[in-house]
Protein backbone atom coordinates (compact mmCIF):
# COMPACT_ATOMS: atom_id res chain seq x y z
CA UNK A 1 0.00 0.00 0.00
CA UNK A 2 1.40 3.15 -0.91
CA UNK A 3 1.52 6.55 1.93
CA UNK A 4 -2.21 8.03 1.85
CA UNK A 5 -0.74 11.36 1.45
CA UNK A 6 -0.16 10.90 -2.56
CA UNK A 7 -1.95 10.94 -5.28
CA UNK A 8 -1.20 9.55 -8.80
CA UNK A 9 -0.97 12.52 -11.16
CA UNK A 10 0.45 12.91 -15.01
CA UNK A 11 4.00 14.26 -14.44
CA UNK A 12 5.02 14.00 -18.48
CA UNK A 13 4.98 13.10 -22.01
CA UNK A 14 8.45 11.37 -21.35
CA UNK A 15 7.29 10.18 -18.10
CA UNK A 16 3.48 9.25 -18.08
CA UNK A 17 1.86 9.75 -14.26
CA UNK A 18 3.81 8.95 -11.55
CA UNK A 19 3.22 9.17 -7.43
CA UNK A 20 3.72 12.79 -5.80
CA UNK A 21 3.16 13.85 -2.47
CA UNK A 22 0.46 15.95 -1.13
CA UNK A 23 1.88 16.80 2.08
CA UNK A 24 5.15 17.16 3.38
CA UNK A 25 6.97 13.64 3.96
CA UNK A 26 9.94 13.18 6.36
CA UNK A 27 12.49 11.26 5.94
CA UNK A 28 12.40 7.88 7.86
CA UNK A 29 8.63 7.29 7.03
CA UNK A 30 7.15 4.44 5.55
CA UNK A 31 6.25 5.32 2.00
CA UNK A 32 5.22 1.71 1.19
CA UNK A 33 4.19 -1.37 2.55
CA UNK A 34 3.55 -5.13 0.85
CA UNK A 35 -0.28 -5.65 2.16
CA UNK A 36 -2.88 -8.32 1.72
CA UNK A 37 -3.87 -6.82 -1.16
CA UNK A 38 -1.13 -7.30 -3.13
CA UNK A 39 -0.66 -10.27 -5.64
CA UNK A 40 2.25 -12.48 -6.51
CA UNK A 41 2.38 -14.28 -9.54
CA UNK A 42 5.48 -17.28 -10.37
CA UNK A 43 6.95 -17.10 -13.29
CA UNK A 44 5.29 -20.22 -14.38
CA UNK A 45 1.74 -18.94 -13.92
CA UNK A 46 2.50 -15.86 -15.90
CA UNK A 47 3.70 -17.68 -18.68
CA UNK A 48 0.02 -19.66 -18.72
CA UNK A 49 -1.45 -16.30 -18.78
CA UNK A 50 -2.83 -14.09 -21.89
CA UNK A 51 -0.31 -12.07 -23.67
CA UNK A 52 -2.08 -8.70 -22.79
CA UNK A 53 -1.79 -9.94 -19.41
CA UNK A 54 1.90 -10.80 -19.16
CA UNK A 55 2.42 -7.61 -21.04
CA UNK A 56 0.39 -5.94 -18.15
CA UNK A 57 2.24 -7.46 -15.33
CA UNK A 58 5.87 -7.08 -16.89
CA UNK A 59 5.04 -3.83 -17.35
CA UNK A 60 3.59 -2.85 -13.46
CA UNK A 61 5.41 -5.31 -11.67
CA UNK A 62 8.55 -6.02 -8.98
CA UNK A 63 10.27 -9.04 -8.86
CA UNK A 64 10.96 -10.65 -5.11
CA UNK A 65 13.58 -12.07 -4.17
CA UNK A 66 11.73 -15.67 -5.16
CA UNK A 67 11.16 -14.54 -8.56
CA UNK A 68 7.63 -13.62 -8.41
CA UNK A 69 6.56 -11.01 -9.89
CA UNK A 70 4.43 -8.48 -7.17
CA UNK A 71 1.36 -6.60 -8.58
CA UNK A 72 0.95 -3.60 -6.10
CA UNK A 73 -2.83 -3.05 -6.10
CA UNK A 74 -2.91 0.77 -5.58
CA UNK A 75 -1.14 3.14 -7.18
CA UNK A 76 2.44 2.38 -5.58
CA UNK A 77 2.63 0.53 -9.22
CA UNK A 78 2.80 3.94 -10.77
CA UNK A 79 5.97 4.84 -8.43
CA UNK A 80 8.85 5.55 -11.30
CA UNK A 81 12.73 4.85 -11.58
CA UNK A 82 15.14 7.53 -10.46
CA UNK A 83 19.15 7.12 -10.45
CA UNK A 84 18.52 9.84 -7.21
CA UNK A 85 15.52 8.03 -5.71
CA UNK A 86 13.85 9.85 -2.34
CA UNK A 87 12.44 5.96 -1.46
CA UNK A 88 14.18 3.08 -1.23
CA UNK A 89 13.16 -0.47 -0.42
CA UNK A 90 14.18 -2.55 2.75
CA UNK A 91 14.96 -6.08 3.22
CA UNK A 92 11.62 -6.38 4.92
CA UNK A 93 9.03 -5.65 2.21
CA UNK A 94 8.39 -2.22 2.79
CA UNK A 95 9.94 1.64 1.53
CA UNK A 96 11.28 4.21 3.40
CA UNK A 97 11.55 7.94 2.47
CA UNK A 98 15.19 8.55 2.39
CA UNK A 99 15.30 12.27 2.52
CA UNK A 100 12.23 14.60 2.88
CA UNK A 101 9.63 15.05 0.29
CA UNK A 102 7.88 18.14 -0.59
CA UNK A 103 4.14 18.34 -1.41
CA UNK A 104 3.94 18.20 -4.77
CA UNK A 105 7.25 16.17 -5.38
CA UNK A 106 7.18 12.83 -6.88
CA UNK A 107 8.06 9.76 -5.08
CA UNK A 108 11.19 7.60 -6.94
CA UNK A 109 12.61 4.47 -6.70
CA UNK A 110 15.38 3.56 -8.23
CA UNK A 111 14.66 0.33 -10.42
CA UNK A 112 18.01 -1.49 -9.60
CA UNK A 113 17.23 -2.56 -6.68
CA UNK A 114 13.49 -4.39 -8.73
CA UNK A 115 15.26 -7.55 -9.84
CA UNK A 116 14.45 -6.35 -13.30
CA UNK A 117 14.20 -8.33 -15.80
CA UNK A 118 15.95 -6.56 -18.81
CA UNK A 119 18.25 -3.67 -18.84
CA UNK A 120 17.02 -0.29 -19.88
CA UNK A 121 18.30 3.32 -20.11
CA UNK A 122 16.91 5.80 -18.05
CA UNK A 123 16.11 9.10 -18.07
CA UNK A 124 19.55 11.23 -17.78
CA UNK A 125 19.92 12.70 -14.19
CA UNK A 126 23.37 13.50 -14.53
CA UNK A 127 24.12 10.60 -12.58
CA UNK A 128 27.30 8.38 -13.42
CA UNK A 129 24.76 5.81 -13.38
CA UNK A 130 22.44 5.89 -17.13
CA UNK A 131 21.10 1.99 -17.07
CA UNK A 132 19.18 0.02 -14.47
CA UNK A 133 20.57 -3.26 -15.32
CA UNK A 134 19.29 -6.79 -13.67
CA UNK A 135 22.64 -7.00 -11.37
CA UNK A 136 22.26 -3.71 -9.94
CA UNK A 137 21.53 -5.10 -6.29
CA UNK A 138 24.65 -7.19 -6.36
CA UNK A 139 26.89 -4.00 -7.88
CA UNK A 140 24.99 -0.75 -5.28
CA UNK A 141 23.95 -2.84 -2.07
CA UNK A 142 26.22 -1.44 -0.64
CA UNK A 143 24.91 2.06 -1.24
CA UNK A 144 21.61 1.46 -1.18
CA UNK A 145 22.50 -0.36 2.39
CA UNK A 146 24.30 3.18 3.88
CA UNK A 147 21.36 5.22 2.67
CA UNK A 148 18.74 2.60 5.03
CA UNK A 149 21.05 3.14 8.11
CA UNK A 150 21.33 6.57 8.34
CA UNK A 151 17.39 6.51 7.68
CA UNK A 152 16.16 3.79 10.28
CA UNK A 153 16.47 5.83 13.24
CA UNK A 154 14.12 8.37 12.26
CA UNK A 155 11.01 5.28 11.28
CA UNK A 156 10.32 5.50 15.10
CA UNK A 157 10.51 8.97 15.38
CA UNK A 158 7.90 9.97 12.44
CA UNK A 159 4.51 9.83 11.95
CA UNK A 160 3.33 6.42 10.29
CA UNK A 161 0.38 5.71 8.51
CA UNK A 162 1.16 2.41 7.56
CA UNK A 163 2.19 1.29 10.39
CA UNK A 164 -1.08 -0.70 10.78
CA UNK A 165 0.12 -3.14 8.11
CA UNK A 166 3.47 -4.46 10.07
CA UNK A 167 3.44 -6.81 12.23
CA UNK A 168 4.05 -6.14 15.88
CA UNK A 169 7.38 -8.37 15.80
CA UNK A 170 8.59 -6.57 12.43
CA UNK A 171 8.00 -3.50 14.33
CA UNK A 172 9.85 -4.47 17.29
CA UNK A 173 12.72 -5.11 14.61
CA UNK A 174 12.87 -1.58 13.34
CA UNK A 175 12.91 -0.38 16.70
CA UNK A 176 16.02 -2.43 17.78
CA UNK A 177 17.86 -1.45 14.49
CA UNK A 178 17.20 2.27 14.88
CA UNK A 179 18.22 1.95 18.47
CA UNK A 180 21.39 0.23 17.57
CA UNK A 181 20.88 -2.98 19.39
CA UNK A 182 20.19 -5.33 15.81
CA UNK A 183 22.05 -5.22 13.13
CA UNK A 184 19.65 -4.39 9.83
CA UNK A 185 19.40 -7.15 7.34
CA UNK A 186 20.82 -6.06 3.76
CA UNK A 187 19.25 -4.79 0.96
CA UNK A 188 20.87 -7.65 -0.90
CA UNK A 189 18.41 -9.99 0.69
CA UNK A 190 16.09 -8.78 -2.25
CA UNK A 191 18.02 -10.16 -5.14
CA UNK A 192 16.76 -12.61 -7.37
CA UNK A 193 19.90 -14.73 -8.71
CA UNK A 194 17.40 -15.89 -12.00
Known sequence: MIHPKTELKFISDQIGYGVVATEFIPAGTITWALDDLDREFTPAKLKKMNPLYQQILETYCYRNSKGNFVLCWDYGRY????????????????????????????????YGYLNVSEPFKGIDEGTRRKTVYPDDLLNHHQTWDKQLLK????????????????TPKLWNTITAIAEGKKEMDSILKNHFPG
Open 79 to 110: VNHSFKSNCLSTAYDFEIAIRDIQPGEELTDD
Open 151 to 166: NFPKIPKVEQPLKSLL
